[in-house]
């Protein structure tokens, strides 16, 4: 069973940039399509961005397009959120996700191996 851990978040002010990474172990990454969600206080889990299995594919949620920036890299079994022009209403835990194929998938509900999370909070 592959597992994931998040990494890199923390506190910016607004217009700042900061870089996810989100590592996995066991199991064979290349066989997952890879997304991002985050979750806000007394909100429900929001898609972020999503990538397929080789990274030629991406999709992004209306929120951040233009502003992060999806990519993985299969040798080392990571993903990664870099996000630019960070604002308060991204504050939220953000949690890396995997779903086995090459398919990619926005619902929460496809993803069957999810990250403990990490904190991002911005201040204006």
């Known amino acids: 069973q592959m597992q994931l851990v998040e990494s890199g978040g923390g506190s910016v002010q607004s217009g700042d940039s900061l870089r996810l990474s989100c590592t996995a172990s066991?199991?064979?990454?290349?066989?997952?399509?890879m997304a991002w969600f985050r979750q806000a206080p007394g909100k429900e889990r929001e898609f972020v961005a999503a990538?397929?299995?080789?990274?030629?594919?991406?999709y992004y949620g209306d929120s951040v397009k233009g502003r992060f920036t999806i990519s993985r890299n299969n040798g080392k079994k990571m993903v990664f959120l870099q996000m630019s022009s960070l604002k308060p209403e991204d504050t939220a835990v953000y949690f890396c996700a995997a779903t086995y194929g090459r398919a990619l998938w926005t619902n929460p509900g496809d993803f069957t191996l999810w990250g403990q999370g990490t904190q991002v909070t911005v201040s204006s």
């Open positions: 066991g199991g064979t990454f290349s066989d997952y399509a």
């Open positions: 990538i397929n299995w080789i990274g030629g594919g991406t």
